[in-house]
T-cell receptor
Framework: LAKTTQPISMDSYEGQEVNITCSHN???????ITWYQQFPSQGPRFIIQ???TKVTNEVASLFIPADRKSSTLSLPRVSLSDTAVYYC????????????FGSGTRLSIRP | GAVVSQHPSRVICKSGTSVKIECRSL??????MFWYRQFPKQSLMLMAT?????????EQGVEKDKFLINHASLTLSTLTVTSAHPEDSSFYIC?????????????FGQGTRLTVV
């Protein structure tokens, strides 16, 4: 399982774009990159997943360079409700694939 | 999206008693479920992998006789914390994946806050 490295914490302000970068130097060929969001006392919630290049959905974008050794989660125009812990996970897709969580990034949004 | 439901959301029990936590996949069949434990300000720690119809696979350092896992059907897995002690107080989370082509992400329950007094 590829190990991931993220900043422990980040601060930003409402209305700003926030980019959280994750390093995964040992990513395998069949590994996908998935980001989850977790609020206090709740289970993690899926944000976005990608394999290469760029993926965008209604809440975020995921940028993955050609070598796939890192990825960047981009949250446009954050609000106070985006304050949460964000986890970058790398692994093979499939119903039996274990998901191992790294330390995550604690994002704090200020007014 | 798919829904995974945990019950109860919070429970307080006396030291020495056992507590059962249920994890249900509401709209898909989950051949595999995972159980995590999370202490305050820490990340989720995988405890075990629950496989329908077979024994669970425990991560290193997790006592299988203390944390009993049963996956009797494709929609239900249970975690029983036996002879609970205050140090077992934690946030327990289950996840499930698989079924109907949903093999690209895992879905998490809302978690169970266990307090042992």
């Amino acid at each position: 399982l590829a190990k991931t490295t993220q900043p422990i914490s980040m601060d930003s302000y409402e209305g700003q774009e926030v980019n959280i970068t994750c390093s995964h130097n040992n990513i395998a060929t069949n590994d996908y990159i998935t980001w989850y969001q977790q609020f206090p006392s709740q289970g993690p919630r899926f944000i976005i997943q990608g394999y290469k290049t760029k993926v965008t959905n209604e809440v975020a974008s995921l940028f993955i360079p050609a070598d796939r050794k890192s990825s960047t989660l981009s949250l446009p125009r954050v609000s106070l409700s985006d304050t949460a812990v964000y986890y970058c996970l790398v692994g093979a897709v499939g119903s039996a694939s274990k998901i191992i969580f790294g330390s995550g990034t604690r994002l704090s949004i200020r007014p | 999206g798919a829904v995974v439901s945990q019950h109860p959301s919070r429970v307080i029990c006396k030291s020495g008693t056992s507590v059962k936590i249920e994890c249900r996949s509401l709209d898909f069949q989950a051949t595999t479920m995972f159980w995590y434990r999370q202490f305050p300000k820490q990340s989720l720690m995988l405890m075990a992998t629950s496989n329908e119809g077979s024994k669970a696979t425990y991560e290193q350092g997790v006592e299988k006789d203390k944390f009993l896992i049963n996956h009797a059907s494709l929609t239900l897995s249970t975690l029983t914390v036996t002879s609970a002690h205050p140090e077992d107080s934690s946030f327990y989370i289950c996840s499930a994946s698989g079924g109907r082509g949903m093999n690209t992400e895992a879905f998490f329950g809302q978690g169970t806050r266990l307090t042992v007094v």
